[in-house]
């Protein structure tokens, strides 16, 4: 996955609240808040938990979901697979990436049939295996959260894809918290994927403000990943940590800035800063002296303007002789000592 800059991804995730129009004007926002891609997740109830009551499935945990079945909530929370086709043909012409997450093989095989570009894993499917497995064998970027992951589980997520001979990587820094709290984001461990990994990095992020991405920026991120929805108001499961327009355009907007303030790691002034090379301190004259005589420190100083010698020749001018006369302003040259 080859890109300018920072790859920023608005993620849709169930913020279409089970409309399809909502859906598509939310695509179209993405567009004019800046962002370069939107990203859906593709799975129905069946496909992603069983319809259980039994304790273990039911939410808890100091969620914003306790207390509410899986089965029901994914139930809410999907998107139907019959959008798919239409969304990413909006998605394409509104110049968007589109691409989604997969959360099974079925839906790895459908999102195939779209020419999906990139494959996203969530955090809490980095444990499974064979849909990594079987992701990679797509030949297509792979982009893995690790909210849940130790480094074994990081380890063997990557393995998986090494295996399937893809080695398109990035690791997104994430907290699976909804909506996280900052002190938990320990943001210098992305660059640890970085050195022990060998994998580009970036950042999934469920706090509330654009801190985190520009930290990220700062830390060498690649990708940056954020939910984002029309209005909160219109309420859904992902409502809460979500940003909307204004603040995905104002975010978007910080990190451009913060990318562009990176620069390179190299010594070259750019021509503006060459000239500001002007306002720097050079020797001039600052007392007149006649031709024959000898410089003291009475007859130089280090001044602004830098258009005459570098300051640091002051001791070797000290004790020479002139050879013309010299007045206060005057530069001073080796070819006026005698």
Not at 100 to 124: G, R
Not at 228 to 245: K, Q, T, V
Request: hydrophobic share 40%; proline share 3%.
């Amino acid at each position: 996955m080859k890109q300018e800059g920072v790859f920023i991804i608005a993620e849709l995730s169930a913020n279409h609240n089970g409309n399809m129009e909502t859906a598509k004007e939310t695509i179209r926002a993405a567009k004019r808040a800046g962002a370069d891609a939107i990203k859906f997740q593709t799975y129905t109830a069946d496909t992603i938990t069983l319809n259980s009551d039994k304790a273990d499935f039911i939410i808890k945990g100091g969620t914003l979901w306790d207390g509410r079945k899986l089965y029901e909530l994914y139930q809410e929370a999907f998107t139907p697979w019959e959008w798919h086709a239409e969304l990413f043909q909006i998605a394409k012409e509104e110049g968007l990436v589109c691409f989604s997450s997969p959360f099974d093989k079925t839906a790895v095989d459908f999102l195939e049939t779209l020419a999906c570009p990139i494959y996203k894993i969530a955090s809490f499917e980095i444990t499974d295996i064979p849909l990594i497995s079987y992701v990679a064998s797509k030949g297509k970027p792979v982009i893995i959260s690790t909210g849940i992951a130790q480094y074994e589980d990081i380890a063997l997520a990557i393995e998986a894809c090494h295996k399937e001979n893809n080695f398109d990587i990035t690791l997104l820094k994430c907290t699976s918290s909804y909506p996280a709290p900052m002190e938990e984001a320990n943001m210098l461990l992305m660059q640890r994927f970085a050195k022990d990994f060998k994998v580009k990095i970036g950042l999934s992020d469920h706090t509330m403000g654009a801190v985190l991405p520009i930290v990220a920026t700062a830390l060498g991120a690649t990708v940056i990943e954020k939910h984002f929805i029309l209005d909160r108001a219109i309420g859904g499961p992902d409502a809460a940590f979500s940003m909307n327009e204004a603040e995905f355009t104002a975010m978007v907007q910080m990190v451009r800035q913060a990318s562009a303030a990176l620069g390179k790691e190299e010594y070259e002034l750019t021509e503006k800063q060459q000239s500001g090379k002007a306002f720097s301190r050079s020797l001039y004259i600052s007392s007149d002296i006649k031709k024959g005589e000898t410089i003291t420190s009475n007859h130089i100083r280090s001044v602004r303007p830098g258009f005459s010698l570098h300051p640091k020749h002051f001791d070797e001018l000290i004790g020479r002789v002139v050879n013309k006369n010299l007045t206060l302003g005057d530069r001073i040259d080796w070819s006026d000592l005698a």
